[in-house]
């Protein structure tokens, strides 16, 4: 492929994408944005669309990935002036790490309270498990006390009652074995039952590398933007209508 590629992440997939990118010189470019954008959509909008802005303007790229999913609908509305630009039909990060937004639904229809943990994820997210709820707990009591900390995080935990299985997904990237274990005493502290789950690379090289097709990638043209659908593709171009 000639086409020079800028590659734009969550930093969930900074991992797997840096060492996947050495095998590609047609990779120019990788930028990564922190963790935790999903949960204000519209700050990741602009987060991401500011980030874009600048690899245009930056760099030689002349297509721009980006290592983002639908990720709460935050990436939805973002275009570029310049370059091409793709991105996978993906809702999140895992569909990138199983390797098919097919792989993703059949787990979690077959295991519903599925919780995912990864390297990325473990490392700059916060999952489930004592550490959490330690370092949560601390910051409670630092701010409202001892006895307002116990309710609060009564209060922060309930979520996690939705949820009876942590399932570890790796791709040879980063500490496996070490993030393996900490997902297991995750498991074990949170009373889970505990899956390893060897994911697929190839979404995410297939990403890099191009060429891109329809049905697990979306490409678009400068200016053009994208919007969830309801159905397997996840996403689609946001043709307008006339008026």
Partial sequence: MSEKVAVITCAVLEIELVQFAREFPNVVHLEVLEQGLHLEPDKLRRELQATMDRVEAGTNADVIVLG????????????????????????????????????????????????????????????????????????????FGADNAEYLMETEQAWMKNYSRAAFVHLDAGDVAGEWKRTQDCAAWL?????????????????????????????????????????????????????
């Fill in 68 to 143: 983002y999913g639908l990720c709460s609908r935050g990436t939805e509305g973002v275009r570029t002036k310049r370059c091409r630009w793709v991105i996978a039909r993906a809702h999140d990060c895992i569909t990138h790490l199983l390797g098919s937004k097919e792989r993703y639904a059949a787990y979690v229809a077959a295991h519903p309270g599925t919780y995912w943990y990864s390297p990325g994820w473990n490392k700059y997210g916060r999952p489930p498990g004592p550490g959490r709820y330690g370092d949560l707990h601390q910051l409670y009591v630092d701010q």
């Fill in 191 to 243: 009373g889970w039952e505990c899956d390893f789950q060897a994911g697929d690379p190839a979404l995410l090289r297939d990403l890099l590398a191009g060429p891109w097709d329809n049905d697990r990638f979306l490409v678009l043209n400068p200016g053009e933007t994208f919007r969830m659908t309801a159905d397997e593709r996840v996403i689609e171009k946001n043709i307008p209508t006339a008026s």
